[in-house]
Every structure is written in structure tokens, then in C-alpha cells.
């Protein structure tokens, strides 16, 4: 089991920035993989940006040069810092944390945090 707290998130302005942050706890050396994803009003849940262990990264069309994805292993913590919001990326932002044990798979969420962009 894994648990996923967030903060961060709140009401923006077009241009500006905010920063989600996410700690895991439970059975963190299980994780192979955190990241973020959105879902908006009337929309299926998307993927933001996601991390391996391996450090490789991904991020949705979207979003790239906008937004980076980090993590410190030492706080077990991912973050999300995101620059040059725009309205359409007001959702709802979860973490996730893709955890393997072979050759089981599952994915924990946190409780999600709202992102508005608007003046």
C-alpha cells in the first residue's frame, strides 16, 4: 500500500505559476514510476507529466516547455512546477505512483487538488 498526499494548487491567473507537490508513504521501494495527471470537468482523466526511476520522463503535448516534473527521493516527494498557465489547464490535478512488484502492477492516487486559471 501506498499513500499519496498533495498540496499546492489553488486560483491562478493566465501567465501565472503554481507548484503541486505530492509525498508518498507505505511501501515507497515498490514505486517504479510517479506523475501527475488532470481531469477537467466533463473530461476522461489525463496524463500531465510522469517520472521513472529510471529518470525518464513524459509529459502531455500540452504542457511541455510549460510544465516540469521532479522528484526527491530523499523526501519521497514529486513535484510539478507549472509555468504559463492557461485557462485549459483548470482541472483537477492527482498524483499517481506506478509501484511494480512482478508481476503485479497497480496504481495509487491521491485526493486530488484543484488548479483554477482564470482572471
Known amino acids: 500500500q501506498v499513500q499519496l498526499v498533495e498540496s499546492g494548487g489553488g486560483l491562478v491567473q493566465p501567465g501565472g505559476s503554481l507548484r503541486l507537490s505530492c509525498t508518498a508513504s507505505g511501501s515507497i521501494f515498490d514505486i517504479n514510476a510517479m506523475g501527475w495527471y488532470r481531469q477537467a470537468p466533463g473530461k476522461q482523466r489525463e496524463l500531465v507529466a510522469t517520472l521513472t526511476n529510471g529518470h525518464r520522463e513524459t509529459y502531455a503535448d500540452s504542457v511541455k516547455g510549460r510544465f516540469t516534473i521532479s522528484r526527491d527521493n530523499a523526501k519521497n516527494t514529486v513535484s510539478l512546477q507549472m509555468n504559463s498557465l492557461k485557462a485549459e489547464d483548470t482541472a483537477v490535478y492527482y498524483c499517481?505512483?506506478?509501484?511494480?512488484?512482478?508481476?503485479?502492477?497497480?496504481?495509487?492516487w491521491g485526493q486530488g487538488t484543484q488548479v483554477t486559471v482564470s482572471s
Open positions: 499517481n505512483a506506478h509501484t511494480l512488484v512482478w508481476p503485479d502492477e497497480f496504481d495509487y
